[in-house]
């Protein structure tokens, strides 16, 4: 009976957290309230350049990923992107990108601290969806990108996961 209990309450995990996975919005299909009702209110929503929607949905400081969720003028769902990647990162250019730019590339920080070098964000993510890593990225006093890196956490034995 135990065993039997044990494998519905994970059946029920399961079922819930596909509930609240991103990725199975559709674009050009999914609704606001779609998005709403599957991932609930965002953590932060914004109007972008071109005067599209931007709802944001960071995990932080627990999860490694900020997705994206893009609304076109129809109310409908444009596009999900996952911010916390490399590859994001490498959009960010010192000496020209700005903070409004980190911020829309790479979601909300999980951490702003001063340093020496100046106003440091920091984030958490999955090197290659497995590995827990670190995006930093420094600031200039003029609100520019100083310096940018992605770093693996360190295992108890000082080597990286």
């Not at 709802?55 to 911010?83: I, M, N, S």
């Not at 290659?128 to 003029?142: A, K, Q, R």
């Amino acid at each position: 009976m135990r065993l039997i209990s044990s494998l519905v309450l994970l059946s029920c995990i399961g079922v819930l957290a596909g509930c609240a996975n991103p990725r199975l919005l559709v674009p050009g299909q999914s609704t606001e309230p779609d998005v709403r009702a599957r991932l609930g209110n965002p953590t932060d929503a914004r109007v972008d350049r071109n005067g599209e929607r931007i709802w944001e949905y960071a995990t932080a400081p627990e999860g490694f990923e900020t997705y994206h969720v893009r609304f076109g003028a129809d109310g409908k769902v444009k596009g999900v992107t996952q911010l916390l990647t490399e590859e994001q990162l490498d959009k960010v250019i010192p000496g020209s990108t700005t903070q409004a730019d980190v911020r829309l590339l790479l979601g909300r920080p999980w951490e702003e601290a001063t340093y020496m070098p100046g106003l440091t964000w920091t984030w958490r993510y999955l090197r290659i969806g497995s590995l827990p890593g670190w995006l930093i990225v420094t600031f200039n006093p003029d609100g520019t990108v100083r310096d940018k890196i992605a770093v693996l956490e360190q295992t108890d034995d000082g080597e990286p996961d």
